[in-house]
């Protein structure tokens, strides 16, 4: 029932054989190794715990078990198309997407990525992960998009720490806050338009050059000094959370074109100036 095992010994690169079901990789002098994984449900183990192992699954719907040492960074390697959502992939903490790559995982996987991060695209070349599974979602250094599936609680957590990452919730169930923390964010959060979904700034937060789509209810920190454009102030037509009062209270700063309604909660406005002198 568990089929075949290859114990791999000495040096070099290793490709994975067909049906063959289990790999343990032993020491390599050179403290690196590269295992190239052809099959989609082949469970590969590392012995050694002096080898930075790089896993390069390909374009794979991956399955398998894929298990590093907890003592040296070891990287998964992806190219588009690759999904490994329906795999257990532990002790690996760096990812390498191919340029410009589409790739799916869970959100515990995207979270347990703790090492470097290569992603070489940028713009609209960039790479995109589709996360799968519950859970909070913190993006990735490099990663220009993100699309958010469903998490069957309802809620989801996304903190965006790049100022450019693009992100969509594409359930229709689930509410979302995206959190930008104090960025001066550029990119994309698009919310779905039939749940309540939260923006949530902190101090220094400037989100006016950034496109905020179907995200009604806004949270900010206590205190906090934000920044948006006039037509995106207006779009906040949920619940908005501010707990600062009186000389504690949170201001924000108003950009662009446009008539402003005031928000409640919120104890000051700043108005810069429109364009139309009106």
Partial sequence: AGGETVLITGDGAVTTLAEIENYIIGDESSDARTVTVTQPDTNVTVASNTD?????VGAQNYTGTITGEATVSDTLSLDTGADVSDSAIT???????????????????NQNFTGAIIAPGIGINGETITINGNGGVTTLAHIENYSIEDDSTNVRAVTIIQT?????????TDAVTFDVGTQTYTGTITGDSTVNDTLILDNGADVSGGAIVHVDALTLASGASVRMTAQQNQNFTGAVTADGTGINGETITITGDGTVTTLANVENYIIEDDSTDI
């Fill in 91 to 109: 002790n690996v903490d760096a990812l390498t997407l191919a340029s410009g790559a589409s790739v799916r995982m869970t959100a515990q996987q």
């Fill in 164 to 172: 450019n990452t693009n992100v969509t919730a594409t359930s229709n």
């Fill in 52 to 56: 930075a192992v790089t896993f390069d």
